[in-house]
Structure formats: C-alpha cells, structure tokens
C-alpha cells in the first residue's frame, strides 16, 4: 500500500489550514496598521549603516522625552522620530518645520513634533525647506 497518497479530503483539510493561518496574518498586519503606511515607513537600515550616520552626527542626542506628555511622545513614534536620519538627503536641518538651536551641536525644535529635535533627525513628515 502507498500511505502517501493525498486523498481529496486531506488536500482540502490542508488548504483550509493555509487559508486560515493566511486570513490570520493579514489580519494581525491589519491591526498593527501595517498596510495602510507602508509608503511612510522609513526603511531600517542595516547595523552598519546605523553606525556610521552615528558616527557622522554631531555627537549629542535629542532624545530626552521626560518632560512631554504621553500623547506628545505617542506623537513623536508614530511619526517614527530619529536622531539620525536614513536619508542622507532628508535630514531635520533640511526640513521646513525644523526650528533650529543657536549653536548646530544643540537640539533644535520642531512646528509638529515636541520636544528635542537633532538636526541629523528625521521623521516621516519630513517637508523639503524651501528658501
Ligand atoms: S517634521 Fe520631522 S523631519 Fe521635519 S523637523 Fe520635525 S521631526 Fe524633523
């Protein structure tokens, strides 16, 4: 006797099981709202990358979050907030709503988003300053 036939019940038993963990999936990405900001989601770059735009911004950090609200810091992860940007072409210095420090070594401020904003910075409402 061949055990590993396939009989037609198996096979559609199979493809339901697939069609069940697939209706799941899309769902949990639905939920985390991963379909509807794909084009916003800045891409992650790799490790190496990571070090050396850290080694290439001005060594400070403008990440200190503890005198915002906790909507003012929801505000600034669903923006995806960075101190160094994944484009070298889109920084927070290049922004339209980036509001500057005296000095270029100090957080600046932006229009949208509270609290320290690192001119290397970057988020996914970045505009193109215009002179
Ligand atoms: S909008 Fe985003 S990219 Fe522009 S200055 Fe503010 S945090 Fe930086």
């Keep these: 006797m061949d055990d590993k036939r396939v009989t037609r019940r198996d096979f559609l038993?199979?493809?339901g099981a697939l069609g069940l963990a697939g209706l799941g999936a899309s769902s949990l990405l639905s939920a985390c709202g991963g379909g509807q900001q794909q084009q916003q989601t800045a891409p992650q770059p790799e490790a190496a990358s990571v070090d050396?735009?850290?080694a290439a911004s001005a060594d400070f950090s403008c990440t200190d979050v503890s005198g915002l609200t906790a909507e003012?810091?929801?505000m600034r992860e669903s923006l995806q907030y960075t101190?160094?940007?994944p484009y070298p072409d889109k920084t927070c210095?290049?922004?339209q709503l980036f509001i500057p420090a005296e000095s270029p070594n100090q957080c600046g401020a932006c229009q949208l988003i509270k609290g320290p904003?690192?001119?290397d910075g970057y988020c996914t409402s970045?505009?193109?300053k215009v002179s």
């Design 13 to 15: 038993l199979r493809v």
């Design 52 to 54: 050396t735009a850290a």
């Design 72 to 74: 003012e810091i929801q």
């Design 83 to 85: 101190d160094h940007s």
């Design 93 to 95: 210095s290049n922004c």
């Design 117 to 119: 904003i690192h001119p």
């Design 126 to 128: 970045w505009v193109q």
